[in-house]
């Protein structure tokens, strides 16, 4: 049985975040400078969006720079937000085309400002479509991203807007990036690394994950049919036993 035929239509996660790891590595296996690894990666977001779109993903969140991504050297950092702006440019129409809106969490405004207006234009001409949200992960960090929302909060008891016992979960996380997204349901990372690095540490609690060796370069769409599949061979039980999961 094929990946797609043991796939169950009804079944999708309506959320899939995504950290793409691996394209260094792939890389310098193939004797290549890391940036061409970031390149082939590209054609893998192409895939993984348009296969996502296809098989009724809501969501679909990728890890595609974070806080700790500056640290690398400024050339490479360069390469990254050339093709990040080149990847906007080019693919507007197709989101256009596809009905994809493209959002984004993160701090944006450390962005070069080139690559800041191409992605504010694409998301204000996607805004009104409704298929597939893409939601991009840019200078993000799960932490900095809670010590964001803390702080908002905080300013905003402090003014008298919220009184300490309106703090719930629900406030904080209308106050996270991702305020109006669900959570994610599948987190997958590809590239044999077993790790969260930061990424989307408070929607996560309950997501299930899917580990691969698969390197990003080579992640195409029956890889990321399997772990849909995978996904929907496990029981969600959200800190529950499963006689409470079944019965609701």
């Known amino acids: 049985m094929s990946v797609r035929q043991a796939l169950d ?9 995504i950290i793409m790891d691996g394209n ?4 310098k296996k193939q004797l290549k400078p890391r940036l061409y690894g970031h390149k082939v990666g590209v054609d893998s977001v192409q895939a993984i969006v348009e ?14 720079f974070s806080t700790e991504n500056w640290k690398r050297p400024a050339d490479e950092v360069g390469g990254l937000m050339g093709l990040l702006k ?5 693919e507007l129409s197709q989101m256009l085309k596809n009905n994809i809106r493209l959002t984004c969490i993160g701090d944006i405004e450390k962005l070069p400002k080139d690559v800041r207006e191409v992605l504010n234009t694409t998301i204000k001409e996607t805004a009104g479509n409704t298929k597939l949200t893409l939601n991009l992960a840019l200078s993000y960090g799960g932490r900095s991203e809670l010590v964001r ?6 300013r905003e008891v402090s003014e008298g807007q ?4 309106d703090i719930d979960e629900k406030l904080i996380d209308s106050h996270l ?6 959570d ?9 690394e077993a790790r969260l690095s930061n990424f989307l540490l408070w929607q996560a609690s309950y997501a299930e994950i899917y580990f691969t060796d698969i390197m990003w370069p080579e992640f195409r769409e029956d890889a990321f049919l399997q772990a849909i599949v995978h996904y929907q061979g496990r029981e969600r039980r959200y800190g529950q036993t499963s006689a409470q999961v079944k019965s609701g």
């Open 51 to 64: 296969c996502a779109a296809e098989y009724g993903v809501e969501v679909l969140t990728l890890y595609a």
């Open 177 to 182: 990036y991702t305020a109006g997204l669900p």
């Open 149 to 154: 929302g803390v702080r908002m909060i905080a």
């Open 184 to 192: 994610p349901d599948l987190l997958i990372r590809t590239g044999g």
């Open 9 to 17: 239509p009804d079944h999708i996660p309506r959320h899939v975040a």
């Open 86 to 90: 080149n990847y906007l440019q080019k």
């Open 24 to 27: 260094g590595r792939w890389a």
């Open 162 to 165: 919220y009184a300490l016992d």
